[in-house]
């Protein structure tokens, strides 16, 4: 899992670097929907997988960054979508073994999700002077966040559905 997420990363960048709002920042990212979809999935162990390929990263592109910097923003990258997945739990009385998600379950978790970690991101982001306009940046996350949950998420569920039809024997 954190090899996915890890080539994720880089495939995004590969794919999107054009709509790159800042180093730090993406309109779209495909790895949101990764990171979710693991801990969704895996909770605590999607969690230690997305923090250690986050890890890897962060000293990996920012090596002039202190490794406490790095370790502070591998945690929000892993323990924001553990919060998310509790939310939408509670809130959103999705099932704890996700039984019961459909297209409106999904989104509102990639929202919840997407909120957390465009906060948390900005706001360490901003404590550490990485990036500078806050709003600005929040925005931007958020809105790669949601959209590269959706993406992702649609597109497993999809899959998931086709692979039953095709055990099935429906094809």
């Not at 590969?14 to 779209?28: G, P, R």
């Amino acid at each position: 899992m954190s090899v996915t997420y890890y080539l994720a990363f880089f495939l995004n960048d590969y794919l999107f670097s054009f709509l790159a709002h800042t180093d730090h920042v993406n309109w779209i990212y495909l790895p949101s929907g990764i990171i979710l979809g693991y801990v969704l999935v895996l909770e605590e162990i999607g969690a230690l997988g997305i923090f250690l390929a986050s890890l890897i990263i962060n000293v990996q592109l920012h090596p002039s960054e202190s490794f406490g910097s790095d370790m502070v923003t591998s945690l929000i990258s892993a323990g924001t979508p553990l919060i998310a997945r509790q939310v939408s739990v509670y809130w959103f009385k999705i099932d704890e073994n996700l039984t019961d998600l459909n297209f409106q379950k999904i989104t509102e978790s990639c929202i919840v999700f997407a909120l957390l970690s465009s906060a948390c991101h900005q706001l360490w982001f901003h404590f550490e002077k990485l990036d500078e306009i806050f709003f600005e940046d929040f925005l931007a996350m958020f809105v790669g966040d949601v959209v590269g949950s959706l993406i992702v998420l649609f597109l497993g569920s999809y899959a998931i559905k086709l692979c039953r039809h095709y055990k099935a024997g429906k094809f």
